[in-house]
């Protein structure tokens, strides 16, 4: 990626983090941001994403919008942007928060992102509108299988519980985004572990590994997050801890980024 420095700054004076461990104190609140559903992620992951892959004008490809929290992010940092998500009613309520949005050009559509067809008729509009050919930084928050159902859809992610059906049908999402985005450019997953009839399931490492043995791409960063300030963790805390204790397994306090380099 040729970066132009003179839009990035220093990296340092930017505050962005090349570190593999992210400690984030608390959740960004300022702005659109909204912690109104369930699983969305922490405004300063994008945050971070964003002005380290991308430019001032590029454009960003959300597969798993949810309440728009990368959108937002590009809306401040004066990217432009296109989401999908399963879920009508999140696209509804989204589109109702950037009614006054000027800055930026945008298009969400409601999709099926592992369907291709379905995926391709949307996208070529999308790219059609916002008078581009491919997009230039990809980002894709997927559910962690079957842990919070977001819809009663067949095709939602969220209604998996098996493994393999998952890890398929995440490929075919993350293949159907790649196709748009640019040779030599990158693409971020950000996921965690389940648990499961008593034993960790490392979703990360399945989907990454999963990513790398499906498309040609170098992966350029693993980066762990963890959030200290969240009010349910510390107001739950001594209650997961005792439980722990009583049994065999560790709190999850942790996510994963994987960053990858598209190389065809």
């Known amino acids: 990626m040729n ?14 983090n090349v570190d593999s461990l992210w400690i984030i104190n608390e959740r960004s609140k300022y702005g659109k941001h909204s912690n109104v559903y369930h699983g969305n992620f922490i405004p300063q992951i994008p945050n971070q994403l964003i002005r380290r892959y991308t430019k001032k004008g590029e454009t960003v490809l959300d597969i798993f919008m949810g309440s728009g929290t990368t959108l937002y992010e590009c809306e401040n940092l004066e990217r432009n942007f296109i989401g999908y ?37 949307t996208m070529l509009n999308a790219l059609q509108k916002l008078n581009i050919d491919k997009v230039d930084f990809l980002i894709a928050h997927p559910p962690y ?12 992610l969220s209604r998996i519980s098996d493994l393999k059906i998952f890890l398929e049908k995440f490929m075919a999402a993350i293949g159907n985004g790649l196709n748009y985005l640019k040779k ?9 572990d389940i648990y499961k009839k008593s034993e960790v399931i490392p979703l990360g490492f399945y989907a990454s590994d999963a ?24 107001g739950a805390y001594n209650i997961w801890k005792y439980r722990a204790l009583k049994s065999d397994y560790y709190i999850f306090k942790h996510e994963y980024i994987f960053v990858f380099k598209k190389e065809f």
Request: charged share 30%; hydrophobic share 40%; with cysteine.
């Open 211 to 234: 990513i790398k043995k499906s498309f040609a791409v170098k992966l350029k960063g693993v980066i762990i997050k963890n959030i200290e300030g969240n009010r349910g963790k510390l």
């Open 184 to 192: 030599d450019r990158y693409f971020a997953i950000i996921i965690g």
């Open 3 to 16: 970066t132009d420095y003179s839009d990035l700054g220093n990296a340092v004076q930017k505050d962005i």
């Open 145 to 156: 299988m079957d842990i919070v159902k977001f819809t009663d859809q067949a095709e939602d």
């Open 85 to 121: 998500d399963i879920n009508n009613q999140i696209i509804d309520f989204v589109k109702s928060k950037m009614t006054d949005t000027q800055s930026i050009k945008f298009e969400i559509n409601c999709a099926d992102v592992t369907n291709k067809e379905d995926f391709d008729a």
